[in-house]
């Protein structure tokens, strides 16, 4: 999967619905006026297990093994590209249009991140990260920012930021159970 040292950050930030671009890529703070979340887990050692959940996060996998249908002209998480996230079922169904604004594959670091377009639920981005320490521990991580964008999102209150961090978890579990099968 690791072709080399490759970073890609998103030209133009035209079509998303928040402004403060690839803030979620950055170490430090993230911006103010938002619900922050970090979620970081331990999903195993070595090479192998890094790059194989390198490419479930990159291929979607994860995503469709979380439960998400993704809807998307790339079979890879691509700067520029857009993809349609839907939960639910019929119609309970809720779409979240985003755009792939930044990605990074070198031999320690692989994922994207997307931010949120018109249509969505609420405002912000979200960046799946697997990174392989000098001690070959290799970590998933989940950095996101995010406020409510329209009146039922903010009516739930609460409930949105508890969905986004049961999300993180199960994608965590998914890409640890992915990785381990291969590795």
């Known amino acids: 999967m690791n072709a080399g040292p490759t970073t890609g950050a998103c030209p133009s930030a035209s079509s998303l619905s928040y402004p403060e671009r690839l803030a979620s890529t950055r170490p430090g703070a993230l911006p103010a006026g938002y619900r922050h979340l970090r979620h970081r887990v331990l999903i195993g050692h070595g090479r192998a297990v890094l790059e194989t959940a390198g490419a479930a996060i990159t291929s979607w996998r994860m995503h ?3 439960g998400v249908l993704i809807t998307t002209a ?4 691509t700067v520029g590209a857009a993809v349609e996230c839907a939960l639910g079922l019929g119609p309970l169904r809720v779409g979240a249009p985003c ?7 070198t031999p320690e670091r692989i994922g994207f991140a997307y931010g949120t377009r018109a249509g969505h639920l609420a405002r912000g981005e979200e960046t799946f990260l697997v990174e392989m320490g000098p001690d070959r521990a290799v970590w998933f991580t989940v950095t996101a920012f995010s406020r409510p964008d329209r009146g039922f999102a903010r009516a739930a209150g ?20 992915i990785a381990a099968r291969r590795a």
Request: hydrophobic content about 45%.
């Open 74 to 77: 790339t079979d890879r998480a």
């Open 99 to 105: 755009e792939v604004v930044w990605t990074v594959d």
């Open 64 to 66: 469709r093994g979380a």
């Open 158 to 177: 609460p409930l949105l930021p508890l969905a986004q961090r049961m999300f993180a978890r199960r994608c965590g579990r998914v890409v640890a159970r």
